[in-house]
Every structure is written in structure tokens, then in C-alpha cells.
């Protein structure tokens, strides 16, 4: 990109995805300033799980080993129950492959440690973008302004930049899913191995974490978003009564302040993710539903085809970034929206039919499946001078 621009960028929001994008920038030897609306980097969150292309994606940005280090094997993307108990699928040890698990605060510790401190500025929050086709100027909310080569929208679901890059785009849809996570007291509910379980119109799934922690969430169909309850964590002891160990005791082993609740939405697929000098990366980009576990993988993989197009002149490499990017994320998009057309039905034929169909598939067929997400290969990021 531009050299007589400084080989300067702005990144929006601190997420994965944003810090992601900054470190791939930094290592191709930009300079870069990340904005983040929040008045610090919280220690937000709960967990989550990542597939093999997002572990080679962070080989390419240079963070994988830390990555891997604060990260737990889980089988739970190989392990299907039912709730009461029987298994419609298990984790083969040397044939299916684990996927990792880690607490979002840790993974956003281990990305911030490679932004210097002084380039990541809290309580920015985004509220202007203007381009005159030599550079991008954004304005924050207490008025100061930066201009750069390039802004990266990484501002999550609701991104600012593309409300203002992208005016005419659709909003986030909702998905009729509501989700509960949760983190367990550390010690409290140890050992699990990872797994998944379907009941009809619901799916409860666990992750080990690093620290004797376990993560977990509850998703339901919900006709309508909003939905509030009197008690988080007993409402969803409610929907889970009676199904297996150790669903109760993870529940029992959970802080009520430690239970998260969202309603889930995605984004339509939008016609292009780059506008002259501004590019969208992450949820920002391609927001999509976690039941396929690609959100922040496909962040990740944005933030090293972005660094490994970083090279040349703006235009042609947010072109080539376009290129790459929109077809894969789009895909997974729109598997990510099908797929609780069926495990989450509450039709009690729907259920029966999908759950025979995965006890008969064996997990070989799994494979084959996942196989179309996790086979990415990363392009070179190149060191920049």
C-alpha cells in the first residue's frame, strides 16, 4: 500500500479481530493506531473454541505459540448427546481432530501484548469517517480527528464504519436464537473434556479453559429479541433439568455474575467489504451465528490476508483483500445461518430426523464436513522493513 501515505492505518475496535488486524499491519511495517470505544481494554467475556484455520492464521500473524499457550484442547466439536445422556457421536483420540479452547480475555491479553501500549487509545469512540481519495480522516466522539492511509472497520455487529462507509446496507437480522454463556469458578467442575447436547429447540455445549475452568453456553429458539429473566442462571437450570452430568454441576459451579446473555443476530451478505480507503474485517464484515464456531476464526484469517496484501498500492490490495475474503466468509455466513434451521427446530419430527441422521453418520462423515471449513491455507505475511 501507498508508501507516501507513511504506510499508516486506523484501526477500529480492539476485539480479536481489530488487535488481530493491527499486529498483521505492524508485523508488514505499518504504523498503526487502534481506536477502541470502550474507556479501557475490559476483561470481557466468556469463552470460545477455534478450528485449525484460525490456528494457522495466527501462525501467520506471529502469535501462534501464545495463542496455543493459553488455549485447551476440547473434543466437544466431535462429541454429540442427547440430554439424556446417549451419545449420537464421540471423540476418537487420533481421528478426529480437537479444536482449542480459550477465554476471551486471555486471548485479547495475548494480542494486546504485541500492540504497543501507546497505539492503542481507549475511550476513542468512531463517530465520523471522510475520504478525499488520498487518505481516510476518522472524528471521534470528543472531537479529535487522525487521518491515515487506511481505516479497518473491526468495530463488531454494530460497526460504525460501515453504518458510515456503507449507509445503505441492511441492518443486523436476529436470528430467533438466544444465548447464555457461562464460566465456571476455577477447580469447581474439573475435569471436562468438551461436548455438545441436543435437546429439541435447544443446544448446551462445554469447553475446558485454561486455569481448572470451564466454559459453557445454552442456545434456544426465541421468537422475539429482548427477552429478560429474573435470574439468568436459574432460568437456564430451568431448560436443562433433568439432562446429564455434568451439565448440573457446571451450572452449580457458575457465579450468577458470571452468566452472559445475547441475543444473536448476523448480517446479510454485503456487496463488497472495501470502499476506497476503508475496509471491513470480522463481525464488522460478515457478523454470523456461533454454530459453526468461524466467527473469530474468520477474523483472524481476514487479519492475515489483509497483512499478506498489505504490500502494495491501497487500491489493488483492499481489491485483492475483497477478492479473497467475501466468498469464503460469505459461505460460511450462510452455513453459519442454516445450520440451526435444523439443530435448533423445535418440531418434534425435525428433532428425531437430526438426530438419527447424526447417530448413523458416524463421525467420519463429521469430518468430511468440518473439513470444508478448516482446509485454509494462509497467505505469506511479509516482514516489513
Not at 436476529?174 to 469447581?188: A, E, H, M, N
Not at 445461518?337 to 448413523?360: E, F, G, N
Request: with cysteine; glycine share 10%.
Amino acid at each position: 500500500m501507498d508508501r507516501e501515505q507513511g504506510r499508516s492505518a486506523i484501526v477500529a475496535g480492539a476485539g480479536i479481530g481489530g488487535l488481530a488486524a493491527a499486529i498483521g499491519l505492524l508485523r508488514a511495517g505499518w504504523t498503526v493506531t487502534v481506536l477502541e470505544r470502550a474507556p479501557q481494554l475490559r476483561e470481557a467475556g466468556a469463552g470460545w473454541s477455534f478450528a485449525p484455520n484460525a490456528l494457522r492464521a495466527a501462525d501467520a500473524l506471529g502469535v501462534g505459540a501464545e495463542f496455543r499457550a493459553c488455549s485447551v484442547p476440547t473434543e466437544a466439536g466431535a462429541t454429540m448427546r442427547l440430554p439424556g445422556g446417549e451419545y449420537l457421536m464421540r471423540f476418537q483420540p487420533g481421528a478426529d481432530v480437537p479444536l482449542l479452547a480459550n477465554h476471551r480475555a486471555d486471548l485479547q491479553r495475548v494480542l494486546a501484548r504485541h500492540v504497543p501500549a501507546d497505539r492503542i487509545r481507549a475511550g476513542a469512540e468512531v463517530t465520523g469517517v471522510h475520504q478525499d481519495g488520498d487518505g481516510v480522516t476518522v472524528t471521534c466522539r470528543d472531537g479529535t480527528e487522525m487521518t491515515a492511509g487506511l481505516l479497518v472497520g473491526a468495530d463488531g455487529l454494530h460497526s460504525t464504519v460501515r453504518r458510515r462507509v456503507w449507509p445503505d446496507t441492511p441492518e443486523p437480522v436476529f436470528q430467533r436464537i438466544l444465548c447464555w454463556r457461562g464460566v465456571t469458578k476455577p477447580g469447581s467442575a474439573w475435569p471436562v473434556s468438551g461436548f455438545q447436547t441436543w435437546g429439541r429447540g435447544a443446544r448446551f455445549g462445554a469447553h475446558p479453559l485454561t486455569g481448572e475452568r470451564v466454559f459453557w453456553f445454552l442456545t434456544v429458539r426465541q421468537e422475539q429479541p429482548g427477552a429478560r429473566f429474573a435470574d439468568d442462571l436459574e432460568e437456564v437450570r430451568a431448560r436443562t433439568r433433568g439432562w446429564h452430568d455434568p451439565i448440573p454441576a457446571l451450572l452449580a459451579a457458575t457465579p450468577h455474575e458470571a452468566v452472559l446473555r445475547h441475543d444473536i443476530y448476523d448480517l446479510d451478505p454485503l456487496p463488497s467489504y472495501v470502499q476506497g480507503r476503508v475496509v471491513l474485517l470480522g463481525d464488522a464484515a460478515h457478523a454470523m451465528t456461533p454454530f459453526l464456531a468461524q466467527g473469530a476464526c474468520q477474523a483472524l484469517e481476514d487479519a492475515a490476508v489483509l497483512a499478506a496484501e498489505a504490500a502494495g498500492p491501497v487500491p489493488e490490495s483492499l481489491a485483492r483483500y475483497d477478492r479473497l475474503r467475501r466468498p469464503r466468509t460469505q459461505q460460511v455466513q450462510r452455513m453459519a445461518r442454516t445450520d440451526p434451521r435444523l439443530s435448533l427446530s423445535t418440531t418434534p419430527a425435525t428433532y428425531r430426523l437430526m438426530t438419527a441422521m447424526t447417530r448413523l453418520a458416524s463421525s467420519g462423515v463429521a469430518r468430511r464436513k468440518s473439513a470444508r471449513l478448516w482446509d485454509w491455507t494462509p497467505p505469506l505475511v511479509h516482514t516489513g522493513k
